[in-house]
């Protein structure tokens, strides 16, 4: 389809809320929302088995349907499975945009990847989306978003942005955590099965090219050689400078042009990707390592780590207004610094899950409290809900994923109830996870088919069956 990624975000996408059935009346009737059987995209054993085993454990039947309906999404829409060069090819498209992101993959997969070990099609399947994600940071570390034809032109409207357009490239905004997503799932999927078959010559390359881009990225030498521009109205759109962005002082922190969630940077030093960057680094050293015996490419990424963690350790901090420090969102090395949060991950409350900081750290609890409030002007409060959104969408908008990251990251159980019964209040009677909500009003919200944010409720459900069993047991 031929929507960008703004025009689904900004309610093109969006659905009313149901006349007829309400969510409570859809699970009661027991209505899946899933594809039928046959034109499901790619079917688990080992992944229906978990189906069944967790849902016979969730005594809440709304819940239970939307955990049914959301946790196999990306297997049963997105995924096109083949092969390239006589190996395994995988590419996995966000929902309602037809063109792979990098984050949203990795992330999309992460949540199968503890079932890998038991099924040989599931690691077939990962062994397709590292071989395709290496492919495509050959074509273009700089790009997010990559077209299903690696020789197309992009199919969004990416393709007049003032930037080097290239063939298999469907979009091209700078974003460090595009390249370090790609570290964490090889990572991920090496720890569960210990099948060194993905990690071949190929992606080797990939990763040394991915590790010399952000190396390039802190731009030590010079600005590097990317840029971008994009003729919008919206100033998220674009970056200023010719398309190098807002001046920094260069102190070892890596620049990134746009956030997770494709909004312009306004300090190129995004803290919370630059955190995700030593995390995701450390993984990578680890891969190379074990799976190739590079253990000179495994210190060239900790040294960079390690560099990288200074600078954030001496210019990625500010006051939280109360005598303490939180971590920025974003810096500039001269000491000027904007303290926000944005839902998609990484974020700064979402660090612990991008293995970022520990929990239990209190620098990371200060941040995320503070996060979490009015300090925060993409925190919103409403009827439905409270929860943080972003520029992107716009104001007064809740993203779900902000109120799965707090219930991951919390051991409070009033906390964690709240947080479920506003996801179960607020899908809209659709039985799936969305992108935001109005705070005020759950028929207003955008892209109804976003299949990130439904696995990520799935992770929700089986982390809760494993460290909270009677919340999810009960009615909620």
Known sequence: MNL????????????ALSATLSGAALAAQQVSKRPPKGERRFTSKAVEAEIARVKAKIGDPELAWLFENCYPNTLDTTVFTGEVGGKPDTFVITGDINAMWLRDSSAQLQTYVHLTGKDADLRR??????????????????????????????????????????PGVAERKWEIDSLCYTMRLAHAYWTETRDKA????VWAQ?????????????RKDGPGPYHFQRVDKSPTETLMFDGFGAPTRK????HSGFRPSDDACKFPFLIPSNLFAVSALRMLATVLRDTR??????????????EVEAALNAHGKMPDGKGGEVWAYEVDGYGNAIFMDDANVPSLS????LGSAERDDPLYRRTAALAWSERNPYFFKGTAAEGIGGPHIGMDMVWPMSLITRALLSDDEATIRQC??????????????????HKDDPAKFTRSWFAWANGLFGDLILDLERRKPAIIAGRI
């Open 4 to 15: 960008s990624r703004r025009d689904m975000m900004s309610g093109a996408g969006a659905l």
């Open 125 to 166: 399947l990962f062994h397709g989306a590292i071989q395709r994600q290496a492919r495509c940071i050959l074509s273009d570390p700089y790009a997010n978003a990559y077209t299903m034809d690696p020789s197309a032109r992009s199919n969004l409207p990416a393709i007049n942005d003032l930037t080097e357009m290239r």
């Open 198 to 201: 993905p990690f071949d010559n």
């Open 206 to 218: 990939a990763m040394r090219v991915a590790v010399d881009t952000l190396r390039v990225q802190q």
């Open 251 to 254: 102190v070892g922190l890596i």
């Open 293 to 306: 015996d590079d253990s000179a490419f495994a210190r060239d990424c900790e040294a960079l780590a390690g």
């Open 350 to 353: 979402a660090l612990p899950l």
């Open 420 to 437: 479920l019964k506003w996801l179960k209040t607020t899908h809209g009677g659709t039985g799936f996870m969305h992108e935001s909500f």
